[in-house]
């Protein structure tokens, strides 16, 4: 997935491809990605490296998002963006 920052929140701006670990999550452009793992973020420079420690391509990352109004958590499975490509 691709994400920005606005205003200290790390937002989805749209999936990388269809049928890969954001699509399958049901994330939509928009959602706040509020917290990795249960712990907070609230910048890229934070999101990646929470996202990366949890383990190598493959892993699952639980998010917490926000999406209008609604709270709750998913599981997005990683991948290698240059095997996506």
Do not use: C
Request: glycine share 8%; charged share 20%; aromatic share 4%.
């Amino acid at each position: 997935m691709y994400t920005t920052e606005i205003d200290n929140r790390v937002v989805v701006v749209r999936q990388r491809h269809q049928g890969t670990g954001p699509e399958r999550a049901e994330l939509k452009t928009g959602d706040v990605i509020l917290a990795v793992n249960g712990e907070k973020t609230t910048s890229q420079n934070r999101l990646l490296p929470q996202v990366w420690s949890l383990g190598t391509p493959a892993s699952t990352s639980p998010l917490t998002v926000y999406h209008e109004g609604v709270t709750f958590d998913v599981t997005l499975t990683s991948t290698d963006r240059a095997r996506a490509a």
